[in-house]
C-alpha cells in the first residue's frame, strides 16, 4: 500500500468514525468468505456498517479524530479487525452474539458507545443487553400510558355506571314529566274553548 493509499484509507475510516456514537471493533478472522458475506449481508439489513481495516490505519484515525480519546481501545488492535458502526447501541453486540450461535467468530475486541469503552469479548453479554433507545422510549411510553389506560378504562366504564343508576330512579323522575305536556295540552284546549 503507498504512502498516498494509507492516507485515503485512513480519512475514508476517519469520515466512518467522525460522528460515530457506537463503535465495535471485531476479530472476524476465522470466518470464510461465504460465512463472512452473511455476515456482512445481516449486518447491512440492521443498517451496521461493517469495515474491514488495517490496525495501523485504524489507530492513526482514531488519533484524528477530536473530541473522544480512543486510545482504551489501540491495546485490542491485535490480529484482524473489522469496525462496525450503527446508530442503536446494542444492534452489533446482538448481531455478533447471534451469528456466534453457529460460529466461534466474530468476536469483540472493543467497543465504544454512551461516552464509554468495553474492552474484551467477555463484555458481548453486557453490551448485547443495553437497551436501544427506542426501547427505552418505548418503555417509558407504556409506564406512562399505563395509568392514563386506567383512568380513561374508568371513565368510560362511569357513564354507564351513572347511566344504569339513572334507569333504575328513571321510572319514579319519568311520571312526572310524561303528565305535565298532557297537562299542558288540556290547558291547550280548555283556553282555545273559552
Do not use: C, H, W
Request: hydrophobic share 40%; net charge negative; no cysteine.
Amino acid at each position: 500500500m503507498t504512502k498516498d493509499q494509507k492516507v485515503v484509507a485512513i480519512q475514508e475510516i476517519k469520515d466512518l468514525l467522525q460522528d460515530a456514537k457506537v463503535v465495535y471493533v471485531a476479530d472476524l478472522e476465522g470466518l470464510n468468505a461465504a460465512k463472512s458475506s452473511d455476515f456482512r449481508r445481516q449486518a447491512f439489513k440492521q443498517n451496521i456498517k461493517v469495515k474491514v481495516v488495517k490496525n495501523t490505519l485504524l489507530q492513526k484515525a482514531m488519533e484524528q479524530i477530536d473530541g473522544v480519546d480512543f486510545s482504551e481501545m489501540f491495546p485490542t488492535f491485535k490480529g484482524n479487525s473489522a469496525i462496525m458502526i450503527a446508530d442503536t447501541a446494542n444492534a452489533p453486540a446482538k448481531l455478533i452474539q447471534g451469528f456466534r450461535k453457529k460460529e466461534d467468530k466474530p468476536a469483540l475486541k472493543s467497543a465504544y458507545l454512551q461516552e464509554t469503552f468495553y474492552v474484551g469479548d467477555e463484555n458481548l453479554t453486557s453490551l448485547a443487553n443495553i437497551k436501544s433507545r427506542e426501547e427505552m422510549i418505548g418503555e417509558i411510553i407504556g409506564l406512562l400510558q399505563s395509568p392514563i389506560q386506567r383512568v380513561v378504562s374508568a371513565l368510560q366504564n362511569k357513564p354507564e355506571t351513572v347511566e344504569a343508576k339513572a334507569e333504575e330512579a328513571a321510572p319514579a323522575v319519568e311520571g312526572t314529566p310524561a303528565e305535565a305536556p298532557e297537562a299542558a295540552a288540556e290547558s291547550t284546549e280548555e283556553t282555545s274553548a273559552e
